[in-house]
T-cell receptor, first 117, second 116 residues
Framework: AQKITQTQPGMFVQEKEAVTLDCTYDTSDPSYGLFWYKQPSSGEMIFLIYQGSYDQQNATEGRYSLNFQKARKSANLVISASQLGDSAMYFCAMREGAGQAGTALIFGKGTTLSVSS | GAVVSQHPSWVICKSGTSVKIECRSLDFQATTMFWYRQFPKQSLMLMATSNEGSKATYEQGVEKDKFLINHASLTLSTLTVTSAHPEDSSFYIC????????????FGPGTRLTVT
């Protein structure tokens, strides 16, 4: 079964508008972390934001915020005031367990975001 | 943030030859490194977890004899694609986490392998 599900293969948004990228996850581990990465065409993985399973507040980093709904097991990324440079592939990822360096991130299939002027 | 480098950034090889990809942690020691493979417009798929001084742990479906991983030091892990075939053409990315630096996982810039 998929642990990370991103149901939107592609999203389109106009500059300066906000956009929400969906992510749902599946785990029975009470301790986990949720991540969002941006991958432009160059291929580099750019870390955007992190949410721990025990964090009470939704994470925010500049124009990025994570809408964490634990009971629904969703961790949607909200990008406010989209910019042309935001056009890229976006991946939601999860790491299960805490305090273990040997646990890898598992990725969703990604969403391609296209921002137009 | 921590820096992870990969070499080469891209490589073209002929079918049947072997290719080695290096992954280095430049400013930290990584007891564990992860290797991912990514086909165009697809997700990152975990291939193996590389542990310094011991054998790598491969994910189901990944041929350990074809994708040789060596983690000889705390700053270097290598992935060797043996007897490469066109279907091995992909983007290979290594990654590492430093517990002392918290939750973040650091990624190398990736290596694009094309097998002709």
């Amino acid at each position: 079964a998929q642990k990370i599900t991103q149901t939107q293969p592609g999203m389109f948004v106009q500059e300066k508008e906000a956009v929400t990228l969906d992510c749902t996850y599946d785990t029975s581990d009470p301790s986990y972390g949720l991540f969002w990465y941006k991958q432009p065409s160059s291929g580099e993985m750019i870390f955007l934001i992190y949410q721990g399973s025990y964090d009470q507040q939704n994470a925010t980093e500049g124009r990025y915020s994570l809408n964490f709904q634990k009971a629904r097991k969703s961790a949607n990324l909200v990008i406010s005031a989209s910019q042309l440079g935001d056009s890229a592939m976006y991946f939601c990822a999860m790491r299960e367990g805490a305090g273990q360096a040997g646990t890898a991130l598992i990725f969703g299939k990604g969403t391609t975001l296209s921002v137009s002027s | 943030g921590a820096v992870v480098s990969q070499h080469p950034s891209w490589v073209i090889c002929k079918s049947g030859t072997s290719v080695k990809i290096e992954c280095r942690s430049l400013d930290f020691q990584a007891t564990t490194m992860f290797w991912y493979r990514q086909f165009p417009k697809q997700s990152l798929m975990l291939m193996a977890t590389s542990n310094e001084g011991s054998k790598a742990t491969y994910e189901q479906g990944v041929e350990k004899d074809k994708f040789l991983i060596n983690h000889a030091s705390l700053t270097l892990s290598t992935l060797t694609v043996t007897s490469a075939h066109p279907e091995d053409s992909s983007f290979y990315i290594c990654s590492a986490r430093v517990l002392a630096r918290g939750y973040e996982q650091y990624f190398g810039p990736g290596t694009r392998l094309t097998v002709t």
